[in-house]
């Protein structure tokens, strides 16, 4: 019987603790951590630093950098997945790329190396618009392609983008990705120098989510792929509404009277049809950063039941940046089909 509900019909992962799905569940479900101590990476760059990677890897045709690989290679093994799982592609297939700093590594090379003296082939592929494009050629879809950059929820404007287009009929499926691979020396230095991210100390003990003692969050990167229909055989979960807000009141800060986050929360929940009282658990974004913890935690509290519980995955996988929010929603679909809620360990009350 199909499902008339979108669902996630198939789902591919790139992340630190390597290329594939299965290498993102089994170090999730066995509780590992994906980051490694990087050489260089420090605030000063004698140093090394803990962060989440993404190692070398990929078919060299897919383009000439990790970021380019890692969202081929992700967004083909969604697709594949979800044909295994019965999906057929309609006539009019959208892709939603999730992405902020894009490809730095080659546009670290178009400045610091090349001295911006490439071919125009290699130009191209600096623009944001060429890895959708030629993922559009690959496999030979016509509905829209666009980008979306809303920094650490870019995953979740994605999800509920697609949502939107395939109720509204301007799409029979889409395929939503999301990649972030910007973990350079000079990123990680700025994120430091901001007070959010830490490099000296082992991920468990420095990223604690909701925990006492969390000093912030391990820098991460990945690539995530979704396939998305109404017309799912055989889907991972349903995603059953959502909705969307801004604070309106600082680059980086949360407002501390989290009125814009209370009412996210509530007409999420209305446009799901969901009650208060069916939340089991919610997967935050839970950074471990003092204010959104504090924030999150505060609105769950007053709006869930008691029983429900929260976590993150960024002690084990990193703070992924624009493929943050998709890494938390590939984590949720996953342990929804093997029964596992793949919460880290708990290293403090």
């Not at 059953?240 to 009277?257: F, I, K, W």
Request: aromatic residues 6%; contains cysteine; glycine residues 10%.
């Amino acid at each position: 019987m199909i499902d008339q509900h979108c669902g996630i019909n198939g789902i591919g992962a790139v992340t630190g603790y390597g290329w594939g799905r299965e290498s993102l569940w089994n170090g999730l479900a066995t509780g590992q951590v994906a980051a490694h101590l990087a050489e260089g990476h420090g605030p000063d760059r004698d140093q090394a630093a803990w962060v989440a990677t993404v190692p070398d890897g990929g078919d060299e045709l897919d383009g000439p950098s990790r970021f380019a690989r890692a969202m081929r290679a992700a967004g083909r093994e969604a697709i594949l997945d979800a044909e295994r799982r019965g999906w057929e592609p309609g006539r009019r297939v959208g892709l939603l790329h999730a992405a902020v700093l894009g490809d730095v590594e080659l546009w670290r090379d178009f400045y610091g190396t090349r001295d911006a003296d490439v071919s125009v082939r290699d130009y191209l592929a600096l623009m944001p618009s060429t890895p959708v494009s030629t993922f559009m050629q690959e496999f030979g879809f016509h509905g829209p392609a666009m980008n979306i950059s809303t920094t650490c929820a870019s995953g979740n404007a994605g999800l509920i983008t697609a949502k939107a287009w395939l109720e509204a009929g301007v799409v029979d499926d889409v395929i939503l990705l999301a990649t972030d691979l910007s973990s350079a020396p000079e990123t990680v230095l700025h994120f430091n120098r901001l007070g959010v991210a830490v490099t000296d100390t082992e991920p468990l003990q420095a990223c604690r989510p909701f925990q006492e003692g969390s000093r912030g969050f391990i820098m991460g990167e990945a690539s995530i792929g979704m396939v998305l229909s109404n017309r799912s055989p055989n889907p991972y979960l349903r995603v059953l509404g959502g909705a969307m807000s801004h604070d309106a009141h600082h680059v980086t800060s949360v407002d501390p009277g989290s009125a814009e986050l209370r009412r996210c929360f509530s007409e999420a929940l209305s446009n799901a049809g969901a009650e208060l009282s069916q939340v089991r658990y919610l997967n935050a974004h839970g950074p471990g950063t003092q204010q959104c913890d504090r924030a999150e935690a505060t609105v769950a509290d007053e709006l869930l039941p008691p029983e429900a519980e929260l976590y993150s995955v960024k002690p084990l996988v990193g703070h992924c940046m624009a493929a943050a929010s998709a890494v938390e929603i590939t984590a949720t679909a996953l342990g929804y089909d093997r029964g596992l809620i793949p919460a880290p360990p708990q290293a403090a009350p």
